[in-house]
């Protein structure tokens, strides 16, 4: 069974910075993707950055590209989230999600297969 732990989370004022963890158990398979997506009050679901586990490239969206970095430690089993110069805007609840089927689509929240329980990100002004 796959679990996704969230952490990192909390407040921070405007221009400065966030790093986000996701912890996973349960990964038996390979060549799965880990991505991370945030949710503010009233809006969907929207895709931040992306990550193929086996190949290491990386994916953003364009609302963070420039600001964010997502690796992964070693052993593949947590991915990170830094995020710099954050914004009032950037004010969400940050999921990290797993996608089996590779990086294709990566952007597109229903193609993940697995989800954390997600953390807050509040960004003061």
């Known amino acids: 069974q796959v679990q996704l732990v969230e952490s990192g989370g909390g407040l921070v004022q405007a221009g400065g910075s966030l790093r986000l963890s996701c912890a996973a158990t349960g990964l038996t398979f390979s060549g799965y993707a880990m991505g991370w997506f945030r949710q503010a009050p009233g809006k969907e679901r929207e895709f931040v950055a992306a990550i193929s586990v086996s190949g290491g490239r990386t994916y953003y969206a364009d609302s963070v590209k420039g600001r964010s970095t997502i690796s992964i430690a070693n052993a593949k089993n947590t991915v990170y989230l830094q995020m710099n110069s954050l914004k009032p805007e950037d004010t969400a609840v940050y999921y990290c999600?797993?996608?089996?089927?590779?990086?294709?689509?990566?952007?597109?929240?229903?193609?993940?297969?697995?989800w954390g329980q997600g953390t807050q990100v509040t960004v003061s002004s």
């Open positions: 999600a797993v996608k089996r089927l590779g990086v294709a689509d990566y952007y597109q929240a229903k193609r993940y297969d697995y």
